[in-house]
């Protein structure tokens, strides 16, 4: 079962706007991941924020954590051509309390960023 | 430090057959994760390892298993082949620092059709 949701499923824009995508979960978390995935490749690790953090940024990453909304936003600043690709979010628990070793992802967002 | 490698990268493999994948973690972690990633379920956990032991299994038939070993490599095998096991298969390795789900960092994935 898919513990996050993102929104929006597919994301098309220009070189240099921004990009911003959601996602939605519903158990308690101890950590909520971002990862990026190339064209059928590995997931690249992204960021990691924890229950307690509110706000995250790394280089053009911004994340931030809605705890009492149970809901998530990555945004991507200044887009390049080379940040196409799918983009999800990983929750660290699910109900029942803490899963060894298992993340829970959602569908993940397209982003296409057109030069 | 070398990441995650997943040998073999693609494989071609007929209904009833079986196969073994393996999976290399980054040095120093002891923490090995299976996912198994189609279009139709997205990124499905299949079970984790932590000093060869299995303490989480994902919602699979019997037909997957998997084992870890003393250096900490992984392999998982999938017997009687069926046409819905193809899938691309990512391993990941955590250092598992604590009771939550650490950053997870994946390998390249095996790309496995069943004919």
């Known amino acids: 079962s898919q513990q996050g949701e993102e929104d929006p499923q597919a994301l098309s824009i220009q070189e240099g706007e921004n990009a911003t995508m959601n996602c939605s979960y519903k158990?308690?978390?101890?950590?909520l991941q971002w990862y990026r995935q190339n064209s059928g490749r590995g997931l690249v690790h992204l960021i990691l924020?924890?229950?307690?953090?509110r706000e995250k940024h790394s280089g053009r990453l911004r994340v931030t954590l809605d705890t009492s909304k149970k809901s998530s936003s990555l945004l991507i600043t200044a887009s390049r051509a080379a940040d196409t690709a799918s983009y999800f979010c990983?929750?660290?628990?699910?109900?029942?309390?803490?899963?060894?070793?298992?993340?829970?992802f959602g569908q993940g967002t397209i982003l296409t960023v057109h030069p | 430090k070398a990441g995650v490698t997943q040998t073999p990268r693609y494989l071609i493999k007929t209904r009833g057959q079986q196969v073994t994948l393996s999976c290399s973690p980054i040095?120093?972690?002891?923490?090995v994760s299976w996912y198994q990633q189609t279009p139709g379920q997205g990124l499905q956990f299949l079970f984790e390892?932590?000093?060869?032991?299995?303490?989480n299994k994902g919602n699979f038939p019997g037909r997957f298993s998997g084992r870890q070993f003393s250096n900490s490599r992984s392999e998982m095998n999938v017997s009687t082949l069926e046409l819905g096991d193809s899938a691309l298969y990512l391993c990941?390795?955590?250092?598992?620092?604590?009771?939550?789900?650490?950053?997870?960092?994946f390998g390249p994935g095996t790309r496995l059709t069943v004919l």
């Open positions: 990983a929750t660290d628990r699910e109900a029942g309390g803490t899963s060894y070793g298992k993340l829970t």
């Open positions: 924020i924890r229950s307690n953090e």
């Open positions: 990941a390795s955590s250092l598992l620092l604590g009771f939550s789900v650490d950053t997870q960092y």
């Open positions: 040095s120093g972690h002891r923490s």
């Open positions: 390892y932590f000093s060869e032991t299995q303490r």
């Open positions: 158990t308690s978390i101890n950590n």
